[in-house]
């Protein structure tokens, strides 16, 4: 199954061949980039205007001065990643065919609503989701903002008709926010995102500027792609570190959880397994998870010095609805015979230095319809850093 950045699977929802929807949805990209922007500059990290109260008042909320009197922000800064998946980098071009997400994730904080590092939009935003946040007791927790992208492609270039053996075009725009809980060695990660599918998430656009720098041939079918479809979708996972310590040479880690919305609803499990130096204090370093971005509550290490590992990460689907292959939700389109249960496995390394972390990944997974000729396979980077 497909894989939205930012997801532990695929992307997004329906769409079809269906007319274009309204002007709503075709504003959904920069509407999400503008919440993405507000939600970074808002806070007390950026914002060089932020004063604290008056003489003998303390530091208003959201303000430099409130998170740095409050919080150890300087040992749990906010993190801001950027992934990048594309298929070329498997010497593929069909199926999962890229996507981008970029995420931001706030300090360690010690509550959702009134804490001082987080901006007065996320707390405006976290009043409206106290139920998935997790109740109290935990070392650690933060908040992820994520935006993302993801295009979905059959396997003929070429082709400008109907397709009706391969999966349909398709491609999807999500926005979430998330919410991460740490107790010693055990994670709980939940994700809610809203986005949209279909001609207004741009993805014609977005691969025919990447094709172009990369000297591509054009994929020719996109007048039939999936219609324009709105998207919501709920994640939960829940990880345990079941073997080795943070800084040490290895570790494994084990995952399960869910998703239930229009984009996918599966059920997975897993684990990672990581061998390298000085490993870092979180919940692996698997791309296409949702702790697995750098997202888990951790520490920046007093030491400058190079760290890196090498991971291998496994993942059994069992998947109930993947909009991408079954089709609209909402409308008749063009869908393929679904395989329900299916299986991945991801490679790769990353290195740190000080507030700097680099990971390439391959990732390979089982066939995800009946007649694919070809079992999908693709590159991932990612960059992050400590702010």
């Known amino acids: ?50 004063l604290p109260g008056g003489e003998g008042e303390p530091p208003r909320l959201g303000t430099r001065a409130a998170c740095a009197a409050q919080s150890d922000i300087e040992a749990y ?105 740490r107790r010693g060695d055990d994670l709980h990660a939940t994700l809610l995102s809203v986005g949209v599918l279909g001609p207004s998430s741009r993805a014609e656009q977005t691969q025919r500027a990447i094709h172009r720098l990369t000297g591509s041939e054009d994929f020719r079918g ?65 791309p296409v998870r949702l702790a697995g971005d750098n997202t888990a509550p951790g520490g920046i290490p007093r030491e400058r010095r190079l760290a890196w590992h090498g991971f291998l990460a496994t993942d059994a689907q069992w998947v109930l609805r993947d909009v991408t292959l079954d089709g609209n939700t909402w409308r008749r389109s063009h869908r393929v015979d679904r395989r329900p249960l299916l299986a991945e496995v991801t490679l790769g390394f990353a290195a740190t230095r000080g507030r700097w972390k680099f990971a390439l990944a391959r990732t390979w997974r089982t066939r995800e319809f009946e007649g694919q000729r070809e079992a999908p396979s693709f590159g991932s980077f990612t960059v992050s850093r400590a702010m």
């Open 1 to 50: 199954m497909p894989s939205i950045p930012g997801a532990p699977m695929r992307p997004a929802a329906p769409l079809s061949s269906s007319p274009r929807v309204s002007s709503a949805p075709r504003r959904a990209p920069a509407l999400a980039a503008a919440l993405l922007a507000a939600l970074a500059l808002a806070g007390p990290a950026a914002a060089a205007t932020d």
């Open 77 to 181: 800064p906010p993190i801001v990643n950027l992934r990048v998946d594309n298929d070329l980098l498997a010497s593929q071009d069909q199926g999962y065919s890229s996507g981008v997400q970029l995420s931001l994730v706030s300090p360690n904080l010690r509550d959702y609503r009134d804490d001082p590092c987080l901006p007065w939009l996320a707390r405006r935003i976290n009043a409206h989701l106290t139920r998935l946040q997790p109740a109290g007791g935990w070392d650690q927790a933060n908040m992820v903002v994520r935006f993302g992208q993801g295009i979905f492609t059959p396997e003929d270039p070429l082709a400008t008709g109907l397709i009706a053996d391969d999966r349909p075009y398709a491609g999807a725009l999500l926005l979430g926010v998330g919410y991460n809980a």
């Open 222 to 286: 996109w007048d039939n792609q999936l219609g324009d479809e709105g998207l919501l979708w709920l994640q939960h996972e829940r990880s345990r570190r079941v073997a080795g310590q943070a800084g040490g040479h290895w570790d494994a880690v084990t995952h399960w959880g869910g998703g239930l919305g229009t984009p996918i609803t599966y059920a997975n499990a897993g684990f990672e397994l990581r061998l390298g130096r000085r490993l870092p204090d979180d919940f692996g370093s698997s």
